[in-house]
């Protein structure tokens, strides 16, 4: 197995964790210090001393903490400075939708959250900065992401260990500008796909299907919601790493089935990676899913195991420089931990099984299932404080329509957006849906009979309880 990039990557995720938390000058300091490793090394190497088997690593390690390091500083001193962060009371802003306006707190209670790119404030243009917006759900549901709008908004700080530069509460919008082309055919795509899930399936089944297709959780009945985390199963109606990989692998199937070359068959699978973080929208979190989604894929296909590691680190080192709030997200640790149990045991896993005379297909299976929820129980502990004891079950229980669901639903997505929302394309569409009722059905079950008993997860003293109780 190749580790390498796996060293940089932990050092880039340490740096750009602790410059997240810390103030601008511990990240400085780091910056430094790094830059000076790096150098000393490559000094060493140049003069002959040391060999670059021995330093090799450590200077692209120390290097790319330098850079990472340098990068975030003058992040966190741009946001500093930007006007928006001087402002106080109410002001009128210029801005861009950045993410769909998703419903927050309480059913009732009518308010949305959504990130957004500020670019003016009042008569003044600004430099783009990064913004949490919250508002009124009637004044800004159906919005697009890409949509620009102008509102007037309240200023107040910015949450902690991010890169945004200020909170806005906002009042109703009026838009100056539509969104890109391609917002607009994943909005009709998600929209049509609700619509033929309402006349398809009954009420949970259908406000679950958008979410576990397209990460539209939007229709998910609040007790299922609430089932599927007991049950260890809310990851399914989050775009993962995994949709990705059912989708993108799919497609690799069939164009290798019908004698498309290697080369030829990774552009396709490129090209629906793209397609399909542009459908379910290219916020952070899709983008580090499409990240290990891509790497689950390689580990799919590739000749050789040994190239997944690399490409696990490479997407770490990554999705951390462009994005670097990934690194205390929670999300990112299941991913990566999630990508990584399944590369490094879940083959081990699978052939032990196959020793043991386990069908092929199933033993991928349940390997995937429980190397995947064995490593990323201890994170979710951390985070919630929470351990769900049926988890492992209730993902295997599952785990076989996981698939199906994901790849008829995209293409039933697609389908359905052709033509007039009672055309052929939309009849074809609620024909697959009515097709998915048995596997959602059993996957609405598995939530209510593991997810309902007030057993299902256990009260453990995680990360979330001790900054509770500090």
């Known amino acids: 197995m190749d580790f ?32 000076v490793v790096a150098l000393a090394g490559v000094l060493a190497c140049g003069a002959h001393r040391l060999g670059w088997e021995a330093v090799g690593l ?24 930007h006007p928006l962060s001087h402002v106080s009371g109410k002001a ?7 993410s769909d306006p998703l419903p927050i707190g309480p059913t009732g209670q009518g308010r949305i959250r959504a990130r957004v790119d500020v670019e003016q404030i009042g008569t003044e243009r600004v430099s783009t900065a990064p913004a949490d917006l919250r508002g009124a759900t009637q004044a800004w549901a159906g919005l697009l992401p890409g949509q620009r709008v102008v509102a007037v908004v309240k200023v107040r700080p910015p949450p902690d260990r991010t890169l945004l530069v200020a909170s806005l509460t906002a009042s109703s919008p009026k838009l100056v500008g539509g969104p890109p082309a391609y917002q607009t055919v994943a909005g009709s795509i998600r929209q049509r796909l609700q619509l033929v899930a309402t ?51 799919a497609a690799l199937l069939i ?65 951390l420089l462009w994005w670097p709030e990934l690194a205390l997200q929670p999300g990112f640790a299941l991913s990566v931990a999630a990508t990584c149990a399944i590369v490094l045991w879940a083959p081990r896993l699978r052939d032990r099984l196959r020793a043991w005379r386990c069908p092929p297909g199933l033993a991928e299976v349940i390997a995937m299932a ?12 951390l985070v919630t404080g929470q351990l769900s004891v049926v988890g492992i079950v209730a993902n295997l229980l599952v785990a076989p329509v996981v698939a199906i669901i994901s790849v008829v639903g995209t293409a039933a997505a697609l389908i359905g957006a052709i033509g007039p929302p009672d055309g052929l394309g939309a009849g074809i569409a609620e024909l697959l849906v009515r097709a998915l009722g048995p596997e959602l059905w059993w996957m609405i079950w598995c939530a209510h009979a593991f997810g309902g008993p007030g057993w299902a997860s256990v009260e453990v003293l995680g990360w979330a309880s001790v900054e509770v109780l500090g």
């Open 92 to 98: 009128t802003v210029v801005m861009t939708l950045r």
């Open 255 to 319: 164009v290798r089935s019908i004698g498309v070359p290697p080369r030829s068959s990774a552009i396709v699978g490129l090209v629906v990676i793209v397609g399909f973080v542009m459908l379910v929208r290219p916020t952070p979190s899709v983008l580090r899913a499409a990240l290990m989604g891509g790497v689950g894929v390689l580990a799919l296909f590739a000749s050789r195991r040994s190239q997944s590691l690399p490409a696990l680190g490479a997407a770490v080192i990554g999705g």
């Open 370 to 381: 429980v190397t995947a929820q064995v490593v990323t129980a201890p994170v979710v502990v």
């Open 58 to 81: 450590v200077v692209v390690g120390a290097g790319l903490a330098a850079a990472c390091a340098t990068s975030l500083s003058l992040r966190q001193e741009a946001r500093a400075d």
């Open 199 to 249: 006349r398809a399936l009954g009420p949970e089944a259908a406000g679950l299907l958008p979410g576990l297709v397209l990460g539209d959780e939007s229709g998910v009945d609040e007790g299922l919601r609430d089932d599927f985390r007991a049950a260890g199963l809310s990851h399914l109606t989050a775009v993962s790493g995994a949709n990705f990989a059912i989708v993108c692998g």
């Open 4 to 35: 390498r990039l796996l060293v940089p990557a932990v050092m880039v995720w340490s740096v750009t964790a602790c410059g997240l938390v810390a103030p601008v000058g511990v990240g400085v300091g780091v910056a430094i210090v790094s830059a």
